[in-house]
């Protein structure tokens, strides 16, 4: 894995390799060019931005890299944890950055939780796929006020899956397949004259 453009362009990230009990799916490197690429590059400028089931991390910090100003990383696996720091680390991005261990498939997290911060311009969902978990999510992060006004929430699941149109103070406006990898993209007050992704 590798930081695919901006200020860290090039830059290898640790990855899960072999490592015993540490399950991760990372998003791969040409799906999440493709992401990246369809965002405009406002959305990510001085952004806060809240990576959830963030992995190894590669999601939040290609968004550093891209112009975000500081970056959330919220996992529920200390050995993830672990990579995520390292990576960051590597990417000499400490000072911009907060890992947090929280059990996200425990209902009513944001709710009940503090110390995430935001609200957050940009929110990276990347759930274990095919567990309905962005649908249980979706409406928590809404309500918990952690979606700054205009904010932009991408949803990552597998390609094959049905996300919501709509849920209580979020509306999907796009959505995009890279093989087996599908993004969803939901915003709150929702315009299309200024949607913030490319064609």
Not at 15 to 37: C, I, Q, V, Y
Not at 49 to 63: I, N, P
Request: charged content about 25%; proline content about 6%.
């Amino acid at each position: 894995m590798r930081i695919i453009a901006g200020a860290r362009r090039g830059m290898r990230l640790w990855g899960p390799g072999h490592k015993g009990g540490l399950k991760l799916r990372p998003t791969s490197d040409r799906a999440r060019e493709a992401l990246f690429n369809i965002l405009r590059p406002e959305v990510l400028r001085g952004a806060l931005v809240l990576d959830l089931f963030a992995g190894t991390g590669a999601l939040g910090l290609e968004a550093l890299s891209r112009g975000a100003r500081e970056a959330v990383f919220v996992d529920g696996s200390t050995l993830a944890l672990g990579l995520i720091k390292k990576n960051i680390a590597q990417c000499g991005f400490s000072e911009r950055t907060r890992v947090l261990r929280r059990d996200l498939l425990k209902g009513r997290f944001f709710l009940s939780s503090s110390g995430l911060g935001g609200p957050f311009n940009l929110l990276l969902m990347d759930p274990p796929y095919r567990q309905q978990i962005c649908h249980r999510l979706l409406p928590e992060l809404s309500a918990a006020g952690l979606i700054a006004p205009a904010g932009l929430v991408v949803c990552e699941e597998s390609q094959d899956e049905e996300l919501p149109e709509e849920v209580p103070g979020l509306r999907v406006f796009d959505q995009r397949r890279y093989g087996d990898t599908g993004f969803w993209f939901y915003r709150q007050g929702l315009k299309a004259e200024s949607l913030p992704i490319s064609d």
